[in-house]
């Protein structure tokens, strides 16, 4: 069962010890499973700032959400910014 209060408790204290993309990709989903959705848009657009590796990975995550039907190429574009507002929104993490 998930607990998405806890885990952004856990996530903040994690990040506040040590900021990794990893730990900010688990305070967003955390804060999807907390259906805070802006918070966790917000989130993940820092995790994709300066790691084309992540935006990879969430267009792959997208593509099998069925929110998005681009490139899985590794570049941030603008239709891959909109499927991860639409897929977040839905309440689907990455």
Request: glycine share 10%; aromatic share 8%.
């Amino acid at each position: 069962m998930r607990d998405g209060a806890k885990g952004v408790e856990v996530a903040l204290k994690s990040i506040a010890l040590k900021e990794t993309s990893e730990g900010m990709n688990t305070l967003g989903a955390a804060y999807v499973e907390n259906k805070q959705y802006e918070k966790a848009i917000e989130i993940y657009k820092k995790v994709i700032e300066n790691s084309n590796a992540y935006i990879k990975r969430y267009q792959k995550s997208l593509t099998d959400n069925g929110c998005y039907s681009g490139s899985v190429d590794g570049i941030r574009s603008k239709e891959f910014e909109k499927a991860l507002g639409i897929c977040v929104m839905q309440g689907k993490y990455l």
